[in-house]
Nanobody, 125 residues
Framework: QVRLVESGGGLVQAGGSLRLSCGVS????????MAWFRQAPGKEREFLDA????????YYANSVKGRFTISRDIAKSTMYLQMNSLKPSDTADYYC??????????????????WGQGTQVIVSS
């Protein structure tokens, strides 16, 4: 079992930056893939990016490529989402997620097995 806890959300002005953290507890194995999603009010949940826990390989959705950076610190059992050049359209609840298995080239694709409770990000104009 894996437990995920997000933190770092808050209110930020457009153009600003914010770093979200996802603390991971439980049995972490090298085959874990972790990801960030977000869900804006009235919209479907959106995949943002993913990272392989083992080697740090990353994948980004086009909507955040170049502005967001996903990373992980194995020693701290923590995943991060650095968000730069934030826009009001980035306002949403942000969730971290994890899954484990053997994957090919589509390793980043949902579904994910474990989810955090979410942290709210509000970007003001």
């Amino acid at each position: 079992q894996v437990r995920l806890v997000e933190s770092g959300g808050g209110l930020v002005q457009a153009g600003g930056s914010l770093r979200l953290s996802c603390g991971v507890s439980g049995r972490i194995v090298s085959t874990h893939v972790m990801a960030w999603f977000r869900q804006a009010p009235g919209k479907e949940r959106e995949f943002l990016d993913a990272i392989k826990w083992s080697d740090g390989a990353t994948y980004y959705a086009n909507s955040v490529k170049g502005r967001f950076t996903i990373s992980r610190d194995i020693a701290k059992s923590t995943m991060y989402l650095q968000m730069n050049s934030l826009k009001p359209s980035d306002t949403a609840d942000y969730y971290c997620a994890a899954k484990s298995g053997v994957y090919g080239s589509d390793w980043h694709i949902p579904p994910y097995d474990y989810w955090g409770q979410g942290t709210q990000v509000i970007v003001s104009s």
